[in-house]
């Protein structure tokens, strides 16, 4: 069994910053891409930023310059640094990662149960 954690979502003005967590444990034998997601109401799920095992990353384009992922791979943990926060950033903010849980298996992507981001004045 995998698990993953999200936390650091909240509330918070316009222009401000978060900084979210995901932290994987459980049976995990390598993880590969780790990535953020997030959820408007009334909207898909859209990826928001990804990190691979190596350390290459992407973007939406609508937060390139705001968001930095980045990934501590000895705490199986992926952060989210979101800057000059605004209004269209809420969302709830989801967590994946492709994660294989011994030798043989195969990369099986994984979710974390969300963390809410709210921005408001």
């Known amino acids: 069994q995998v698990q993953l954690v999200e936390s650091g979502g909240g509330l918070v003005q316009p222009g401000g910053s978060l900084r979210l967590s995901c932290a994987a444990s459980g049976s995990i034998f390598s993880i590969n891409a780790m990535g953020w997601y997030r959820q408007a109401p009334g909207k898909e799920r859209e990826l928001v930023a990804a990190?691979?095992?190596?350390?290459?990353?992407n973007y939406a384009d609508s937060v390139k310059g705001r968001f930095t992922i980045s990934r501590d791979n000895a705490k199986n943990t992926v952060y989210l640094q979101i800057n000059s926060l605004k209004p269209e950033d809420t969302a709830v903010y989801y967590c994946?990662?492709?994660?294989?849980?011994?030798?043989?298996?195969?990369?099986?992507?994984?979710w974390g149960q969300g963390t809410q981001v709210t921005v408001s004045s």
């Open positions: 990190i691979t095992s190596g350390g290459s990353t």
């Open positions: 994946n990662a492709y994660i294989a849980v011994n030798y043989y298996s195969d990369y099986e992507g994984s």
